[in-house]
């Protein structure tokens, strides 16, 4: 017994070859790979579709070998077998439908899952956001406070700096002044002395005038061994 392709199943049972595949992902029916003329290929066995609930007709009757349901229904309740297979194809369709939209709503719930992720990514951001950002308006409320103590520390310095230019201005000013008052006493000074000189010089010509008018008085002295002074050396 040759064993089918998926599109001679499909066909024996009127399915499509999705419906097929489907079954054997599912597990429902039994198939085996081999090599085809496109490469490898699933091969299903007749058995395997009986098993799958559907039996082979007679082969006199019906030469295409079509395949019908085993279990024979009751005469009241049976129904022809291609609104049978009509209904059970839409059955199937029906079936491919709710696992797209299965799918599709598995999707949807990754998707909630993500975004409800991201919603709290964007939470914990925003939390961090305003700790880092009250965080930085203490620092710079605390960087203003120094920085006005720095300026006012500044402005102290600056009138230090002034008051001690002006002291030094006035020290400039007074050592100026003691220099010229030293200057002048100098000078006055100088001029005492040659006034003691010329009053000396005064007394010393005064007390020659009285020698020459007293020889007497001379020559006392020059006993006493006086030394005759030259009146043209002092002048």
């Known amino acids: 017994m040759t064993d089918l392709t998926i ?17 054997i992902r599912s597990g429902r029916l039994k198939a085996c790979k081999q090599m085809g003329k496109f490469g490898e290929e699933y091969r299903i066995r007749r058995d395997d579709l009986i098993a ?11 030469p295409s070998m079509a395949l019908v349901p ?3 229904a009751p005469a009241a309740l049976s129904v022809p077998i291609s609104l049978y297979n009509e209904l059970m194809m839409k059955h199937e369709q029906l079936l491919v439908q709710y696992g797209m939209i299965r799918a599709g709503g598995q999707k949807l719930l990754e998707y909630k899952a993500e975004a409800d992720s991201r919603v709290d990514e964007l939470r914990r951001a925003e939390q961090r956001y305003q700790t880092l950002r009250s965080r930085a308006v203490q620092e710079i409320g605390f960087l203003r406070k120094r920085l006005r103590q720095a300026e006012s520390q500044i402005e102290e310095r600056k009138i230090e700096i002034t008051l001690m230019q002006e002291k030094l201005k006035r020290l400039e000013m007074a050592a100026d002044e003691a220099a010229t008052h030293e200057g002048f006493e100098t000078r006055i000074s100088e001029i ?4 003691r000189t010329i009053e000396e010089l005064s ?5 020659d005038d009285r020698e020459v008018s007293d020889p007497g008085a001379g020559s006392a ?8 002074v030259s009146r043209k050396e002092d002048h």
């Open 7 to 23: 599109r001679e199943a499909s066909q024996q049972i009127r399915r499509t070859p999705a419906t097929i595949r489907r079954y």
């Open 70 to 72: 085993a279990s024979p």
């Open 203 to 207: 007394r010393a010509d005064v007390a």
């Open 52 to 62: 799958l609930g559907f039996a082979p007709a007679d082969p006199i009757e019906r």
């Open 221 to 228: 002295v020059w006993h006493r061994g006086a030394v005759p």
């Open 192 to 195: 005492r002395d040659k006034e």
